[in-house]
């Protein structure tokens, strides 16, 4: 099961998301992150928060569409955004794609990408995305589909990520070690379709971003 969660960030260009609200099973919004769903005419499945930044027009929306709101607490020990996952999770997902999750609070973006961790050790696939990148934690091996071009960062998320190995990419790793701190992985190229990363210990953030098309 797939979810889509919106979040108060930021979403520049909502025609350029709109393929992640595809054939996917639920819509939840975070918040604030409603007037996102809104604003693409997406019916939100769920609401969940303190809903103390959504707009009287949303909520009169909210009202008519029928949305299951579940309502928290303002002081509360957990985000909205981390909330909304966990409902999530709650409701079978597997898969999450969370949209809106960077934008003018450092506090919050930072939060948002470490919550990969935390739900990756709950069995939880989720991945933040935008109009030319998405990013996501791995602990082993996988493809990665992109096209010739396309841009890939590998940043550690552990003091130590071990035998990290690449495949499809200008600049080829062969069994090195990436240390928290250093920016060794940034800006590698794809030059293959589908590039592969594989490591034996530790929690790599991958990145990848595709250059604007017009």
């Known amino acids: 099961m797939k979810a889509v969660v919106f979040t108060g960030g930021e ?6 998301v709109r393929k992640y609200t595809v054939n996917t099973d639920l819509i939840i919004c975070a918040d604030s992150g409603v007037r996102h769903a809104f604003s693409m005419n997406v019916k939100p499945d769920i609401l969940v928060g303190d809903l103390d930044s959504i707009s009287c027009e949303d909520r009169k929306k909210i009202e008519e569409s029928g ?11 957990y985000t909205d955004t981390e909330l909304a996952i966990c409902e999530a999770l709650k409701m079978g997902t597997s898969e999450v794609v969370l949209l809106g999750a960077l934008g003018g609070r450092p506090d919050h973006s930072l939060a948002n990408i470490f919550l990969m961790v935390s739900f990756k050790e709950k069995g939880l696939k989720l991945k933040l995305a935008d109009e030319n990148w998405e990013m996501f ?9 992109g096209e010739k071009g396309d841009i890939l960062s590998l940043i550690p998320l552990t003091p130590k990520v071990q035998d990290v190995k690449t495949g499809g990419l200008y600049y080829p790793l062969k069994g090195e070690t990436l ?21 034996k210990d530790g929690l790599l953030l991958v990145i990848k971003l595709t250059e604007p098309k017009s």
């Open 11 to 16: 979403i520049k260009n909502y025609e350029k």
């Open 137 to 145: 934690v791995i602990d082993k091996k996988v493809e990665i589909p």
């Open 179 to 199: 240390v928290m701190g250093p920016a060794r992985g940034i800006s590698n190229v794809f030059v293959e379709n589908v590039a592969t990363v594989s490591i």
């Open 67 to 77: 949305t299951k709101i579940v309502k928290f607490p303002k002081e509360k020990d």
